[in-house]
């Protein structure tokens, strides 16, 4: 193994491009470690290597991260997959704390093991979806799962598309699918003008932001598609794939059929939150920010020492927001590691910090309108899949809690939702709300354990060439 | 108003005791921290191998065998989709097949019908077995649970025969009043004549309320899962040592264990998998069944497994207190589980039991030397 | 129908998946289920298979499996790959690559 580094950046997204570079330009050792073949994240997400995208306005906010990523001499490992993750505050009792272990899958399958004095997760989000009957057809997808289609891949989900979901990602990827030229059949917002209306003023603390929304909805009244506002996904319908999507007011109502041959829908974005249930770090329930969300401090320090979150990770703000974080926590980790003395550190923080907050006012707004609508969750029809990997019904869910789960880690047990290969994430928001109608909230039904790997790991990978003498096989139990 | 009797600890042991004596017409308290077989009982591997059980608890781990495949008979329909099939245990080296040898001799001895076969008959017998087999242990009698179940399976047989189920609710001490047991937890003080211990690797906390020095180590033991993969093995699998479990599940999912260790305490529980350990089990399981090389692991975790200094059960009266008992730190305790609390029922009841307790004296003794 | 709407169906149905104004790597041949397709190299796999009309990917225990996150985290798009269990959303297509349900 290398000499361990000073600051490891998991996630090549804004926050993580920003808190590697603020690191390393400041003298540190830094690796940041990213699964896709190009830093950007979901937002700034890079096209394919070879590929050459007509630029935007977050291409080219991207791009300038990216520029002094590279310019800061921070290692950059792309395509790595981090599957685990230990030491820290994780030995025996008593033992003092030791370097951060990384074990990650590179692009060329020979699994490596780094090891840092600090660790920066900037692991994003991914997305909410609470299903409705016909979820699982092939031609739903995400909406966050559409502007990567769209914005890095160049591909159309479809022809004739209907949006559906909340928060401002509707709009955008509305607005792309027409000028990628798309149909799009329809937008079903579940947020009522109301809602918007109330959102208006933090949007005012980012005026590019508010005009560049603006922008999209006079293109999709230009183009005359139907923007329901209030309205909600009660079913997509066809043989085999997607076909028609029912929408319907959500007070009620009769209800509109729109045939298609894609549905993007999206219900929020969710903190990902799995490597700082790994390491026990101090979480709380925080629904206008996303969900489950690890404690922080005002420099993004997590419960753990030496251990930082910076990103929506550590509760949805945007992408907007998200820089002047992951430079907060860099420069935590740089004053924590004794690289930066206290007045030093006061001095650096002062930028960002007040950055953050204003960035942060806008986006605070947005997941507001992204936060989890209770009234879909009741909606889940009995016989409706919530568990896709292991096809658990809300039916099931309901039963096991009828038979006394009362958390998420025994629900786990009684029923197997979220014990297949996502680990939860795409069942997780709805399989909790369940839990916690009958327990009196999402605090009481708790979270799902954090369990390693991280992702699914090809065995291949985690056992590489050995021979039988190899192994150290412990000594025999006794007989 | 106070109970019978009132049950530490709601594992396999505290259930299945709680539920005999319930229905022995006993008023029952079970009490735990957490959940109902949310520790070891609801995360351990599920094997009813007698090729990993001790020698000694062959006999009790067969009773216990018949009684988990019966599950839902005496269960109220609750059970743990408890499979039956046969086991085999493996030697790859000339020294891991003497270990076999002596070992099958033993657990041939106690009971458990395993005969000694060569490789090629064990690949008859499973076929996605490696070629590099020279000698195994087969026996017919073999079998794997989903632990995960396990809660789920008596908590209505529990309510139905009237046992006062209190989940979520710890037992900070234990307190003796004219003659009775004042258990002090999270919500208030609840009496009992008498009280069992059944806490697992807590177990020597507990024994303390009691004024009993009784040391229990605790295992960090590793689990391993793969995603749903096709059929590549229809045994119970295990090695000459011991140290791997691997059966498939109806579901498709391969479970890897064996009690590799990982990082964790009592207090603290599992934290975090040793990545060192975590490779050399799956590579054990891999040179075993070379077909789960194309698998992908999904999950890895920990369960806590007590264990006592002769590494031999802890079941029976605890000397020099009336009416009070203990229960736990089997090795394998998850295979004999439901039997030993059957058995410690009736002791408590005031029967004779069917098969010998093991009382802690020895232990005690021990610690005392 | 009006003049606006004919042109629409028009450009429809002549249009590709693939968004016109993004310079793309030189396409080449995989196979998928034994039918061969193509696709720039790079794209990711389950960019490649919706743009060929491909969206059922294999069977789950409870629905259908298809691409779905895109960002490889909900595991629906899980496929073999040169014999070997791969996300298509997160696996770049490369000439000749062999691909199968998992």
Redesign the interface.
Known sequence: MTHPYDVAVLGAGPAGMAAATEAARRGAKVVLLE???APGG?VYRA????????PDADRRAGDALRAALAASGAELRLGH?VW?L?GGP????GEAPVPF?I?ALPPDGEPV?LEARALVLCAGT??RIIPFPGW???????L???T???KA?????G??VVVAGAGPLLYAVAAKLLK??S?VAAIADLATRGEWARAMPALLARPDLLARGLAWRAALATNGVPVLQAHAVIAAEGV??VERVRVQPISGGAAESFDCDALCIGHGLVPATEATR?F?AAHRYARESGGWVPVLDADRRVSVPLLYVAGDGGGVRGAAAAPAAGRLAALAALRDLGVLDGRAHARARRRPALEQWRAAQAGQAMARMMALRPALVDAIAPET?V???????RAEIET?LD?????M??L???T?CG?????G??CGEAAAELVARRVGGRERAGFA?G???L??????A???E?D?A?????????? | MAFDVAIVGAGVMGCSTALHLARAGMRVALLDRGAICREASGVNAGTLTMQMTRAALIPYALRAHEMWLRMAEWCDGGHVLAVACPGLSVAFTEREAAMLEERAKARRAAGAPIELISGGQAMEIEPGLSDRVLLAGHCPIDGFTSAYLTGRAFRPALLNAGVALFENRAVWGVDREAGRFVLETETGPLQAKRIVLAGGVWLEEMAGWLGVRLPIKVLINQLVVTERIRPVMRTVLGVASGLLSLKQYANGTVLIGGGWQGIGDRQRGGLAVRAENFRGNVRLAAHTIPALRDARVVRAWLGLEAETADALPAIGPIPGVDNAWIIGSVHSGYTSGPYFGKLLAQAVAGEAPEMPLFPIDRLLAMEAA | MDARAARTILSVVRASMRIAGVERPTEVAFSFAGQELRAPVGESLAAALIVAGVRRLGEGPGSPRAAFCMMGTCQQCLLRVDGRLAQACITPVRAGMVVTEA
């Open positions: 699964e896709s073949p979901q096209a394919p290597p070879g590929f050459v995208v007509p997959r685990g230990g994780l030995v025996r009792q272990r074990d093991t991914h997305e699982t057809l092939p031609g739903v997808i995400g966050a799962a559409a990567i289609l769209l891949q160049g591909v159309l989900p022809r004739r990628a030229g149909e085999g794939a790994v026990r899949v568990c896709r990997c292991e096809g658990v019904t096991a038979d006394g789960a009362t958390e880690n025994q786990k047990q009684f197997r014990m297949g290969p996502c680990q994430r795409l354990t369990r390693l790997p992702r699914p790991v090809p065995m291949e985690v056992l590489g050995f039988y190899d192994i150290p096989v412990p000594a025999p139990a006794p007989l």
